[in-house]
């Protein structure tokens, strides 16, 4: 059996119609097409619809085989979203096809940004051609400038042109104004041309959807009210707090020395200033998560580890810079090879003893997150 596909990316036919997607069976895709037409005449999908129709004839006379056409559609905005939206309706299609023979597709499109779907297709049903519909349009003035204005209506072609362009031509105007306060012009150059380069990494990589989620994140997360935000900016400002306290001690150590350190005494002193504080930082972010995972209903005893690996480290870094450590240096606690073996035991010994802690506990009083994990015998 062969399956005329139509694809609307972008779903102008369910947004501009209100017609439920997807379509199936040649009266009702040429009555889509019929309203699609009549919301918006200037639509390029409307051509893709009576093209589907067009082939699904065509086909019909020339094959043996059954022909059937339909029209599948995605959302506005997320090509990701888009491409799943018309995977879910390509299932729907299937399903609805009755038939004991096997189906091919034949694809048809107005444009490359709907076959970007192509791979979800192909991995529902085998294709056997793809077509894509371009309108003939007389070349004159006229008709080069009502596309254009098409092309410049577009949000996304007109953010993808307009805005390096309008950089461009903002580049005279800037140097004329820099030269009033006495600013080379290069300066400005360079820096337009540093937009201009952010610009295209930023289009070329497709980072304004990653920003997008992390936005949506951020907010969700603000909404939901998640203690790990005020942890994580208590964190931040002990890792700052940490960073400065570190670089201190290296100039106290550096004045002690009374000369240039060496590297390894330069790395011991940022250690041994900074660790307690970054060690404060990491037990409260973890403290926050754990908070966050027990309101969720998803707490495991094990994530208690976490704040005494956190200590089980600190105490080693703070023990093994202390003592390769110059004594009689303010600020700075230094240890002997016996104390470096006792910090060094009691470290390890942390970490070993409450593993085992919560191995146990866990053992003893699992906790719903973990039997909702278990499998059935």
Request: proline share 4%.
């Amino acid at each position: 059996m062969l399956l005329v596909l139509c694809v609307d990316l972008d779903d102008d036919l369910g947004r501009k119609t209100g017609l439920d997607t997807p379509v199936v069976g040649r009266q009702n895709v040429e009555d889509a097409a019929v309203a699609l037409a009549t919301a918006d005449p200037e639509d390029s999908d409307v051509n893709v619809l009576f093209q589907g129709i067009q082939v699904h004839d065509e086909l019909l006379e020339d094959e043996d085989e059954e022909v059937e056409v339909a029209a599948v559609t995605g959302l506005e905005g997320s090509d990701v979203k888009a491409n799943r939206a018309i995977g879910e309706e390509i299932d729907t299609v299937l399903a609805s096809i009755s038939t004991g023979e096997s189906i091919h597709a034949i694809v048809i499109s107005d444009g490359a940004q709907d076959e970007s779907v192509l791979p979800v297709i192909r991995s529902r049903v085998p294709i056997d051609g793809v077509r894509r519909v371009v309108v003939r349009q007389a070349q004159n003035l006229e008709s080069m400038y009502y596309t254009m204005k098409q092309v410049l209506a577009d949000p996304e072609t007109r953010g993808t042109i307009l805005v390096p362009l309008g950089i461009l031509l903002l580049i005279y105007p800037f140097v004329t104004i820099a030269s009033f306060f006495d600013v080379p012009g290069a300066v400005v150059l360079g820096l337009i041309s540093a937009l201009l380069g952010l610009y295209t990494l930023f289009r070329g990589l497709g980072l304004e959807s990653a920003v997008d989620e992390a936005a949506d994140r951020t907010r969700n997360v603000l909404y939901t009210g998640r203690v790990t935000i005020i942890t994580y900016v208590a964190a931040a400002a002990l890792l700052v707090v940490g960073g400065v306290r570190g670089y201190d001690l290296l100039q106290t150590v550096s004045d002690g020395v009374g000369g240039e350190p060496a590297p390894g005494i330069v790395l011991a002193a940022l250690a041994h200033g900074a660790v307690e504080w970054f060690a404060a930082a990491g037990i409260t972010s973890s403290l926050g998560q754990v908070t966050d995972e027990y309101l969720h209903d998803r707490f495991k005893w094990r994530y208690l580890n976490a704040p005494f690996y956190v200590s089980a480290i600190a105490i080693v870094l703070y023990a093994l810079s202390g003592f390769f450590l110059p004594t009689g240096v303010a600020g700075v606690q230094t240890f002997e090879l016996t104390g470096l073996a006792v910090a060094l035991t009691v470290g390890t010994l942390l970490g070993v003893l409450s593993t085992l802690t919560f191995a146990v506990i866990e053992a003893h009083y699992p906790t719903s997150a973990e039997g909702d994990g278990e499998q059935p015998a």
